[in-house]
């Protein structure tokens, strides 16, 4: 199921031409921090949403721990380089206790 999933989220970021990525961090109760990530599909300007993923922040919630896991789970499932990334984001959101 997982790689159904991950095979047609990472098919439809390749196919629109821009995408917006919002971030939001959760602290749960055991103060485990959270990291959610998700990715608007801009397809005739109406926004098509996807979780991403949600990724525990070892870490820390510094800026550049929180750059990594952005960047770094972005790039995984949309198969496409630094500077395609670049080039089809139009937007960047967060929110949360850590983030930014």
């Not at 998700?38 to 996807?50: C, F, M, Q, S």
């Amino acid at each position: 199921m997982h790689k159904i999933v991950f095979t047609n989220t990472r098919m439809a970021i390749q196919k629109v031409r821009l995408i917006s990525i919002s971030i939001d961090e959760v602290t749960i109760m055991d103060f485990q921090s959270w990291l959610n990530v998700h990715v608007y599909l801009v397809d005739g300007w109406k926004p098509n949403p996807i979780l991403l993923t949600m990724e525990q922040l070892v870490n820390g919630g510094t800026i550049d721990n929180l750059t990594k896991v952005i960047v770094d789970n972005v790039l995984q499932y949309e198969g496409l380089s630094k500077f395609d990334l670049v080039s089809k984001l139009i937007r960047f959101g967060a929110n949360g206790v850590l983030v930014f």
